[in-house]
């Protein structure tokens, strides 16, 4: 379990620190009530197929049933509400300069506690594209403006027949490149590294740790579990996001 000690260290490390960028995962908004993906019981990947779900080709051989788990994704997402850890993290950006955040989540969480210019690699269930990025990628599409049956899958583009997807990244696709890029150079840039709420089994993402590692910045990592990240972590908060990040904060607050 983390102690004070490392909540102690922790805070000194921020202190520290000249540029400080920040990975989170599905962990961070597990406590609003948005299940991670590799939880062996309540994850999502549990309940569903990821192959059968989240790829180009499950889209193509069934539109339906893929728009319809997103939609039910999108609409949970539309529900919920910041917790404690994302309030912490726009916080540490209020008290410090040069702190940058990137997600692998498809929420907006991190903006609607009060974080500016959060990066997304995996794009945004919010919105949705063009299958066939018709005019250009991605070919962002307003649904709200279409006319179409809820019932029947998703509507098609207004520009082609292509159906409309949601703007999310699918196992065997590319990450948006300028995210990416933005992602690679903070992660290059920082002198610490805290990595939330993610398991580091998906690339590019996970590489980015080791990286921040390799070019000599200090990583701490929040995670109730260990993960592929624990192996490199000058300080392991064992703990859920929302309760560790608020009193690390309160620590370098005080200080
Ligand atoms: P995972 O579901 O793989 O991992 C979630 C991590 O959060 C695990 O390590 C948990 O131990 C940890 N966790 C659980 N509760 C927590 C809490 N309250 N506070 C902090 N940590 C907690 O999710 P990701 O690593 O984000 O990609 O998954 C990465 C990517 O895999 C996702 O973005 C998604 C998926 O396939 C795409 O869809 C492209």
């Known amino acids: 379990m983390m102690n004070d000690k490392q909540i102690l260290q922790s805070a000194k490390l921020i202190a520290q620190a000249q540029v400080i960028t920040i990975l989170t995962g599905a962990g961070v908004s597990k406590e609003s009530g948005v299940p991670t993906f590799r ?21 193509k051989h069934n539109p339906k049933l893929v728009w319809d788990w997103y939609e039910w994704r ?6 919920v509400s910041p917790n404690a850890g994302h309030y912490a993290l726009a916080e540490l950006q209020q008290l410090k300069e040069h702190v ?10 991190h903006e609607q506690a009060g974080s500016k210019d959060v990066i ?21 599409i307003d649904i709200s403006t279409l006319k179409f049956d809820k019932e029947a899958g998703p509507p098609a583009c207004p520009h082609c027949d292509a159906h409309v997807r949601p703007n999310v990244v699918w196992f065997q696709e590319p990450l948006p490149a300028k995210q990416l ?19 580091g ?14 070019t000599g910045a200090k ?11 624990t192996p490199i ?7 859920a996001s929302g309760v560790v990040l608020p009193k690390v904060i309160e620590v370098l607050d005080e200080s």
């Open 39 to 59: 939880d062996a019981l309540e994850g999502l990947w549990a309940q569903y197929n990821p192959a059968q779900l989240a790829t180009p080709s499950a889209f």
């Open 74 to 79: 999108r609409d949970l997402a539309g529900k």
């Open 233 to 239: 972590a000058d300080i392991k908060l064992t703990g």
């Open 100 to 109: 940058y955040i990137i997600t692998q989540n498809v929420d907006d969480l």
């Open 219 to 229: 990583i701490i990592e929040v995670n109730p579990d260990d993960s592929m990240i």
């Open 120 to 140: 997304h690699l995996h794009g945004n269930i919010a919105t949705h594209k063009c299958f066939a990025s018709c005019q250009g990628e991605p070919t962002l």
């Open 201 to 214: 089994m998906v690339n590019p993402a996970a590489q980015l740790p080791e990286i921040a590692k390799m």
């Open 181 to 199: 890029n933005q992602a690679a150079e903070y992660t290059q840039l920082c002198d610490l590294m805290i990595v939330i709420g993610t398991s």
